[in-house]
């Protein structure tokens, strides 16, 4: 018999990640802070559940798929989260974070979830609202192999590949990696399109043209006829990007290692915030090169 699952937070993704569960058969509770989020996936089957601590009550496994570090701290220790449920009271075994947030928490998440006879699995995602939609996601999990065979099938349901790291905090350092690349990738992108535009070419034939060599990447294929078309609609918020990068960065500076390209990112990023870009789609980092550009003069 499948286990039941309990499910925090119902963004851009974790909403289509949810509906992906309840479209396999899953009993599912959803908590969310605005409720009104979670409207479409009552109707579809889903529970309402008011609390963290309710859904730890009465759910196998509980998933949590929200925005910030802060969002996680709340969510799992929070007077009303996931931890706030007697161990004699809890029927949860299994918790599972698919946010990104920093590999010290996962850490954190995970010793607190031992002491109490439960496993944690850090498992967060690349793929954006493309991914999360088709069930497509690439997810990238820290933890023990027992409790990562137990999230399998549910990680199968989401995604097309889940890939067992190393132990608690393994699944969020690897998508700092993943952010890493994407962040230098997205700069590449604008900046060839910038290019494109500018000598006069065809950018949609050009992209044509790239996007089956060397060049080609998840971004090109998929932000880069957005960027084309002038829609700047989050698949991924800016600001989530930016905390991401932000993430990266203090785990460089542990590390003692300089990476120049992810600091760029970041500078340009940072632009688009004060631009009040926030909440646009991390495509929109276009704006800024393009306007960077013509500040000097290019």
């Not at 509980?62 to 009303?80: A, C, K, L, N, R």
């Amino acid at each position: 018999m499948a286990p039941s699952v309990g499910w925090i937070g119902c963004g851009v993704m974790g909403f289509s990640m949810a509906r992906n569960l309840l479209a396999a058969g899953y009993q599912l509770g959803v908590h969310t802070r605005t409720a009104s989020r979670a409207k479409q996936l009552i109707e579809a089957g889903a529970d309402w559940v008011a609390s963290g601590t309710e859904l730890a009550q009465l759910h196998d496994i509980v998933i949590s798929m929200v925005g910030t570090p802060d969002d996680v701290e709340t969510v799992y220790f929070g007077e009303s989260g996931l931890f706030a449920a007697s161990q004699e009271d809890s029927k949860c075994r299994i918790v599972i974070d698919m946010t990104t947030s920093t590999p010290s928490l996962a850490r954190r998440i995970a010793e607190q979830a031992t002491s109490r006879q439960m496993q944690a699995l850090d498992a967060p995602v690349s793929g954006g609202d493309v991914g999360a939609r088709d069930g497509t996601l690439s997810i990238m999990v820290g933890g023990d192999v027992e409790s990562f065979e137990q999230a399998k099938p549910i990680f199968d349901v989401l995604g097309k590949q889940a890939l067992l790291q190393g132990g608690a905090g393994a699944g969020q350092h690897t998508k700092m990696v993943n952010q890493t690349i994407i962040a230098s990738t997205m700069i590449g992108m604008c900046e060839g399109l910038l290019y494109a535009r500018r000598s006069g070419l065809d950018a949609q034939k050009v992209l044509e043209s790239v996007s089956e060599g060397a060049a080609g990447s998840w971004s090109l294929s998929n932000l880069a006829p957005r960027i084309l078309q002038g829609d700047f609609q989050p698949g991924f918020f800016v600001e989530h990007f930016v905390k991401d990068i932000g993430i990266a960065l203090a785990e460089c500076e542990q590390m003692g290692i300089e990476l120049e390209g992810l600091k760029l990112a970041r500078r340009l990023y940072d632009e688009v915030l004060q631009a009040g870009g926030g909440r646009l789609g991390t495509q929109a980092l276009y704006r800024a090169i393009d306007n960077e550009r013509e500040r000097d003069g290019s």
